[in-house]
């Protein structure tokens, strides 16, 4: 079992950043690989970032936050981190970091993570 707790969501304004954390606890050693996803109101769960969570490896980002976040780790600590930077009204959202232990997969699809966070609201004002 893998326990995820997001933290960092908040109000911001157009242009503005923030910084999500998820907080990773249990079985973190069968982690493979780790993601953020978000869910906008009356929308399906999109995949925004994804990167392997020990070793090297590339990061992986949708096209619409390319170049404006940055998904990191820290190993150490069991972090997850989302960079946010010049946010977008249509970047409103819950966002949620997901954990999957197998090594191979598809990185943008939710069915393939084991164990998702709650969730933190990101919402940005125009």
């Known amino acids: 079992q893998v326990q995820l707790v997001e933290s960092g969501g908040g109000l911001v304004q157009v242009g503005g950043s923030l910084r999500l954390s998820c907080a990773a606890s249990?079985?973190?050693?069968?982690?493979?690989?780790m993601a953020w996803f978000r869910q906008a109101p009356g929308e399906e769960r999109q995949w925004v970032a994804g990167?392997?969570?020990?070793?090297?490896?590339?990061?992986y980002y949708a096209d619409s936050v390319k170049g404006r976040f940055t998904i990191s780790r820290d190993n150490i600590q069991n972090m997850l981190y989302l960079q946010m930077n010049n946010l977008k009204p249509e970047d409103t959202a819950v966002y949620y970091c997901?954990?999957?232990?197998?090594?191979?997969?598809?990185?943008?699809?939710?069915?393939?993570?084991?164990?998702w966070g709650q969730g933190t609201q990101v919402t940005v004002s125009s």
């Open positions: 997901a954990a999957d232990f197998r090594y191979a997969g598809t990185w943008h699809s939710e069915g393939e993570y084991n164990y």
């Open positions: 990167r392997r969570w020990t070793g090297t490896g590339g990061t």
């Open positions: 249990g079985q973190t050693l069968r982690i493979e690989r």
